[in-house]
């Protein structure tokens, strides 16, 4: 069993960088492709970026590229989004998924375990 658990979210200034964390408290995740997807008030929720099972791919929305980046740290059981440059547009619960053997997939159903969100929240 993978459980997820998001960490890293917060309140910050328009510029601003935050790191957020996905820690599997269940299964190691060594063998799971990493998803991050965002949900901001009254939209559907969508992709940010993914890194393939062997962290040999990664893939990201033309609204992250060049602003965020996906990794991960398999002896920490750890998947982590590094975010920079922030936009009030990136305003959102931010969820990290989890997808066994995959290849980094850009949709939702592709992936088996959820986490319960960390809030973002950038101010002008």
């Known amino acids: 069993q993978v459980q997820l658990v998001e960490s890293g979210g917060g309140l910050v200034q328009t510029g601003a960088s935050l790191r957020l964390s996905c820690v599997s408290s269940g299964r190691i995740l060594y063998d799971y492709a990493m998803g991050w997807f965002r949900q901001a008030p009254g939209k559907e929720r969508e992709f940010v970026a993914a890194m393939s099972w062997r962290g040999s791919s990664t893939y990201s929305a033309d609204s992250a590229k060049g602003r965020f980046t996906i990794s991960r740290d398999n002896a920490k059981n750890t998947v982590y989004l590094q975010m920079s440059s922030l936009k009030p547009e990136d305003t959102a619960v931010y969820y990290c998924?989890?997808?066994?053997w995959g290849a980094g997939a850009a949709t939702e159903w592709e992936y088996e375990y959820w986490g319960q969100g960390t809030q973002v929240t950038v101010s002008s």
């Open positions: 998924a989890a997808d066994r």
